[in-house]
């Protein structure tokens, strides 16, 4: 079983910015990609940014130039900088963990972005 933990959402002026962290635990395989999905209101789940290890990321385009993932393998984090946020960002951001055998999600964390 593997356990996230989010953190970093919280409430920002448009075009401000937040970090958003995410830790793994639990039966980790080394091979794994991790990411961030998110939820706008009204919206279903969408992807916005997944990198695996020493992978190129991939990024939805509504946040290219904007947000960068980053990941630190050795404490199984993986991180989500988000720099000129529109209101249209805000959402509730999940981070996402995927192997050959299955995936996992975190509870989600709430990001607000005020115009």
């Known amino acids: 079983q593997v356990q996230l933990v989010e953190s970093g959402g919280g409430l920002v002026q448009a075009g401000g910015s937040l970090r958003l962290s995410c830790v793994a635990s639990?039966?980790?395989?080394?091979?794994?990609?991790m990411g961030w999905y998110r939820q706008r209101p009204g919206k279903q789940r969408e992807l916005v940014a997944v990198?695996?290890?020493?992978?190129?990321?991939n990024y939805a385009d509504s946040v290219k130039g904007r947000f960068t993932i980053s990941r630190d393998n050795a404490k199984n984090t993986v991180f989500l900088q988000m720099n000129s946020l529109k209101s249209e960002d805000t959402a509730v951001y999940y981070c996402?963990?995927?192997?050959?055998?299955?995936?996992?999600w975190g509870q989600g964390t709430q990001v607000t972005v005020s115009s």
């Open positions: 996402n963990y995927r192997t050959d055998w299955g995936e996992h």
């Open positions: 990198t695996s290890n020493g992978g190129r990321p």
């Open positions: 639990g039966s980790i395989f080394r091979l794994n990609v």
